[in-house]
């Protein structure tokens, strides 16, 4: 096996649990009776494609989702407890884990996220375990909305393998979706397929990466 000197980790359902049919559910009470077909872990439509890649800003989102819902009533608040409703939380030990990756490799984020999630996902850590943001845990951390790219596009990874002189066949990938393990895979990237049932921990034991 290459050895690894660099990881790259996703944020949603490998560090920070999250739960697509939360949203779904909420979204579906709205009024959206089509909520798992237009928003899910597999595929989303461009309303929220625009979103993570910070094409369109919050205010705009949510009269895109009034439009969905055919309710022009619905206030902001309303709007952004059905989108957050997805967002659980970090699980006990997960920080440790990467502060531990972070002392043996060079680590990196890349989160698919959007100006609400990433700010409930702040004040959770914040409210939680008292840390600012994940800069302490990374070299870098990359977030789609500040990007302008979103995984599974080819750009994005191809953006942060550059911008650190990163060899593919030296980094490691770890995310929860197939569709954007199979576009590091096409460039020589390692990955690994976190889920509940094979989450960050068994990977680390799995990779020997600690």
Known sequence: MQKIKNIILDYGNVIFMIDF???????????????????????????FDDFDK???????FRDGIRILTSNDKLNDDEIDEAWNALLLGVPTGKHEILLSL???YRTFLLSNNNEIHYKRCMESIQDNYGIEDNSIFFESAYY???MGMR??????????LKQH???????L??????????????????????????????IVKEWNLL
């Open 151 to 160: 995984k599974p596009d080819k750009e994005i990874f191809e953006y942060v």
């Open 54 to 60: 910070g094409n369109i800003t919050a205010a705009q």
């Open 165 to 171: 002189d990163l060899v593919p066949e030296e980094t």
């Open 102 to 104: 972070k002392n043996k």
């Open 21 to 47: 049919s939360k949203s779904q559910e909420a979204f579906y009470q709205l009024g959206i009776t089509n909520s798992a077909e237009i928003f899910a872990h597999s595929g989303q439509i461009k309303l």
């Open 173 to 202: 990938f770890i995310d929860d979706s197939p569709q954007h393990l199979k576009t590091a895979s096409e460039l020589g990237i390692h990955t690994a397929l976190c889920s509940n049932e094979h989450p960050l921990e068994e």
């Open 144 to 146: 789609s909305h500040l």
